[in-house]
């Protein structure tokens, strides 16, 4: 394409000299058009060509992998996520779950309420349901299961996950592994104040046991005590208050012929409430993971993105609490703006430690303000 330096040398063409003055304005802008475009794509195709070094942190790289962020998503927004496999080796052909859990949870006569979870990929059994949550009657001022040291708790309910699958499913008579075998892929818990806005004002205190140990007799000064554990304040906008669950240790990744995978039966997600006697909330907890085996029907292929994999972990598990409230609380769809967010993140990431430079940092101060 040929380029002119400025319009006078353009009308002197030959072929555009005896047109008229209005042709030869509206050929002008769409030649200039043509030329900005070319510059443009020229200074991308040189900008690509640099190294990491010179590029620096300024470029973003490409999308992740769909299978990578549909992961991601799960992580960080359960409850909208579309059900996805981990994407890591072998990928073996699985089938995607969804369960979930909602009810309400009422602040008891002590001033506290709360809600509590495991990882529980079956739709109950004898020895207990994986979720716990406070009514009114509950008199106590710590997470606690129904049954705690052989007593029932007063206060207490339990309740499981909407599962197709039965314990005998995983582990058999109880004494030789069953037919399935599954693992965790996203968990999370939320609340939502259901109350009256006279008694608006409770504290709210969710966390993820940063070791997956139980939250059984954890008091309010326990969960303060976590460096992760963030207060927020009920608020006017009524918005999701939660948390979720997020890998530490390869085995999370691996197959396991149990109930809770590759998990222990803990309750390590749990959300505390502090304030009005009586409150009401509104929960839900939603859970997604895989499951294979012989007689497992409804698979689906798998996909494997190890190096995006490893990224996405490293900027969900690190980013703040508040970052998944705002997700959870998206104006449009969650899910989408969980994606989003995983991509963005993912992306600023990799390219930061390109540079050298501090990726929680540089997304603490490009995405959390």
């Given at each position: 394409m040929q380029l002119y330096a400025d319009k006078a040398e353009f009308v002197a063409q030959p072929g555009i000299r005896g047109l008229s003055a209005k042709e030869k304005s509206r050929r002008w802008k769409r030649v200039r058009a043509r030329q900005a475009s070319q510059e443009v794509s020229n200074t991308r195709t040189k900008w690509r060509t640099k190294g990491p070094a010179q590029r620096g942190i300024a470029h973003i790289s490409g999308k992740l992998d769909h299978c990578a962020a549909e992961y991601g998503s799960n992580l960080i927004a359960p409850w909208s996520a579309i059900p996805a496999c981990v994407p890591t080796v072998p990928a073996l052909?699985?089938?995607?779950?969804?369960?979930?859990?909602?009810?309400?949870?009422?602040?008891?006569?002590?001033?506290?309420?709360?809600?509590?979870?495991?990882?529980?990929?079956?739709?109950?059994?004898?020895?207990?349901?994986?979720?716990?949550?406070?009514?009114?009657?509950?008199?106590?001022?710590?997470?606690?299961?129904?049954?705690?040291?052989?007593?029932?708790?007063?206060?207490?309910?339990?309740?499981?996950?909407?599962?197709?699958?039965?314990?005998?499913?995983?582990?058999?008579?109880g004494h030789s592994p069953g037919t399935v075998q599954g693992r965790l892929v996203g968990l999370g818990v939320r609340i939502k104040y259901a109350g009256t806005e006279l008694k608006m004002g409770d504290l709210i205190y969710p966390l993820e046991e940063p070791d997956h140990n139980d939250l059984q007799g954890k008091s309010l000064a326990d969960l303060r005590a976590y460096d992760r554990c963030t207060a927020y304040v009920c608020n006017s906008r009524r918005d999701w208050i939660g948390v979720t669950y997020q890998p530490i240790d390869p085995e999370d990744f691996r197959f396991a012929a149990s109930i809770t995978g590759q998990h222990s039966h803990a309750q390590f997600l749990g959300i505390l409430v502090s304030g009005e006697e009586g409150n009401r909330w509104t929960y839900e907890v939603f859970e997604t993971f895989e499951v294979i085996g012989s007689t497992v029907r409804g698979k689906t292929p798998s996909h494997a993105a190890v190096d995006q994999m490893s990224n996405v972990i490293s900027v969900v598990s690190q980013a703040p609490n508040k970052t998944i409230n705002r997700v959870g609380n998206a104006p449009n769809s969650s899910h989408a703006s969980a994606m989003k967010w995983v991509n963005m993140a993912a992306s600023l990431a990799k390219k930061a430690q390109q540079a050298y430079t501090n990726p929680v940092g540089t997304l603490a101060s490009a995405l959390l303000g």
């Open positions: 052909s699985s089938r995607k779950v969804k369960v979930f859990a909602k009810g309400e949870l009422y602040i008891g006569t002590a001033g506290v309420g709360f809600i509590m979870t495991s990882a529980d990929m079956t739709n109950g059994h004898a020895s207990g349901y994986p979720i716990a949550t406070s009514n009114k009657l509950y008199a106590g001022t710590v997470l606690t299961r129904n049954t705690a040291g052989g007593a029932t708790v007063v206060g207490v309910d339990e309740t499981g996950f909407n599962s197709p699958y039965s314990v005998t499913d995983f582990e058999g008579d």
